[in-house]
Nanobody, 122 residues
Framework: QVQLVESGGGLVQPGGSLRLSCAASGSIFSINAMGWYRQAPGKQRELVAVITSSGSTNYTDSVKGRFTISRDNAKNTVYLQMNSLKPEDTAVYYC????????????????WGQGTQVTVSS
């Protein structure tokens, strides 16, 4: 069974940095786009950043220039480097990926990680 496991969240002061990691495990044939979403209390989940299998990236406007998404295809892992963090970045961050499990036919499924808390506070 395919699963996504996140790590790297925590408490950081404004202006600080954190690096999130998300590793896909299980019997995997291929991974297409991978991304990070976040959900703050009382708000809807929003897309933060996404990276395609070829490395093209896209970011929500509020994190451009501060966050960097990257991936290691050999390790089935996506990263989110977060710099110059602000209190408004506080949220639960979720990893997301389109994954085709190994099998007789190629079928794509959307997978979510369990979420990791990021708190930016002095």
């Amino acid at each position: 069974q395919v699963q996504l496991v996140e790590s790297g969240g925590g408490l950081v002061q404004p202006g600080g940095s954190l690096r999130l990691s998300c590793a896909a495990s299980g019997s995997i044939f291929s991974i297409n786009a991978m991304g990070w979403y976040r959900q703050a209390p009382g708000k809807q989940r929003e897309l933060v950043a996404v990276i395609t299998s070829s490395g093209s990236t896209n970011y929500t406007d509020s994190v451009k220039g501060r966050f960097t998404i990257s991936r290691d295809n050999a390790k089935n892992t996506v990263y989110l480097q977060m710099n110059s963090l602000k209190p408004e970045d506080t949220a639960v961050y979720y990893c997301n990926a389109d994954i085709a499990p190994a099998g007789p036919r190629v079928r794509w499924y959307e997978h979510w990680g369990q979420g990791t808390q990021v708190t930016v506070s002095s």
